[in-house]
């Protein structure tokens, strides 16, 4: 489904939602930009000019909309046509290397000039990288001031803002009204200091039963949890703890995250990592039109629409679950993790009603931990994992090119290419990614016999660049075959 200039129209047009955040419009008669979901009679067709990301919109001389706010629109999908460097760049800048850092430190990271960099940002996402940070930022103040409580001053510093007289001019300039006007217009989401609640939009559909199962079956005793159809879970960042619960929001394409957190400067970091767990990012429409006519994966994709690739809270605990996962059952190792985490995670330090005791381990504590209670192998691989983590020689935050990291993690006794992929597909985010080892994998892409890893691989070129998805697909349909069996027996008896 390519972006040319006929299809923005017919969504512009029509409003559809699975086009939301692909593009944005700008309405030369207002000087403002919006969504194409937005609600305001549609302009004449002379005045608008379309723009592949917010901030070339903001580039070009447009101010958001105040009414279907663009910086509540999702993210823009990691394979949306751009170059491996801008991919990784956008991920870099997401979780805030520009906030405090310069472009040419960041174009070193690419391994290209800052002048190749904006020549890449401006081919691609119309704007530079420059841009791209300091839209980012505004969208995430404008999200802070319209849906809570904080002081100004609060949220500049957690937006990513150095001095609040830079926040209030940069806003007064975009938005031609300054922060304290725009609150007023707004009604607010939060209702107790250092609780924080966002609506975070998606393109529909969206499987949420499907991802909530797989994170239910997966979950780690003490730290994660399914209750009353949401998720939730404890989290650490930066020093401090802190609860997040999330679930979907009935009529609207958006999940509503809720964070239990003391320091409102982490916000933005912490809802970018949320809006990653839950694959926000994601065009199922694009996803859905290349598995359409395939045999195998259309029947199951029909009967779960929106299905997503769950992503992970942390690189390294994500890791650690993978070994505790290798040859053992997803419930038996679910109850390791859950050993592993009273046995050397930190008691949680913010209250909470969920039965949430404890965070997960820090690599720190498993690099000296004198691991019992798991075979010696595992034992070692997690603790060799913890070493890497410790030493920076392994990352999980984008700080490595993915196959850099990959190559370094594999180095580690134990931790093969089954355990590199999943990791790849749910912390890293890769979309093609693809665990071809794994059993059930091989069983259900068999249909009735078990592929090898080769002919598995060999049969999942089709599915490119989204074997990932496909991985979800198949996943969901094993799962679907053993409650079939289970309900069919239960009627035998």
Known sequence: MELDEKTCEQARLTHDARFDGRFFIGVTSTGIYCRCICPTPSAKRQNVRYYPTAAAAAEAGFRPCLRCRP?????????????????????LISEGVLDEDSVENLSTRLGVSPRHLDRLFLQHLGAS???????????????????????????????????????????????GRTPSELRRLAASLSTEPGEYVFRLAYRPPYDWESLLAFLAARATPGVEAVVNAGYCRSIAFNGQHGVLAVR????????EAHILFPE?????????????????AADPAVIAGNFRRDPLLAPHLKRHPGLRVPGAWDGFEL???AILGQQVTVRGASTLAGRLVQAFGEPLTCFNTL??????????AL??????GLPQTRAHSIQSLAQAAVAGEVTFDNQLPGAQLLTRFTSINGIGDWTAHYVAMRALGDPDAFPAADLVLLRTAGEGKTLTPAALLKRAEAWRPWRAYAAMVLWRAAADAQLKHKQSLQVMR
């Open 71 to 91: 910086e509540t629109a999702p993210g823009t999908p990691a394979w949306n046509g751009t170059s491996a460097t801008v991919s990784r760049g956008l991920r």
């Open 129 to 175: 990288p420059i841009a791209v940070a300091q839209t980012r930022r505004l969208h995430f103040a404008k999200q802070l001031i319209s849906d809570t409580h904080l002081p100004m001053a609060q949220v500049a510093l957690a937006s990513g803002f150095q001095s609040i007289r830079r926040f209030n001019d940069t806003f007064s300039k975009l938005y």
């Open 248 to 255: 979907p929001v009935k009529g609207v394409h958006a999940l």
């Open 264 to 280: 409102p400067a982490g916000l933005l970091q912490i809802v970018t990592r949320v809006r990653a767990m839950f694959d926000l």
């Open 319 to 321: 890791a650690v679950r």
């Open 355 to 364: 039965g949430l005791t404890h965070v997960f381990p820090k690599p720190e």
């Open 367 to 372: 690099a000296a931990a004198k691991i019992t």
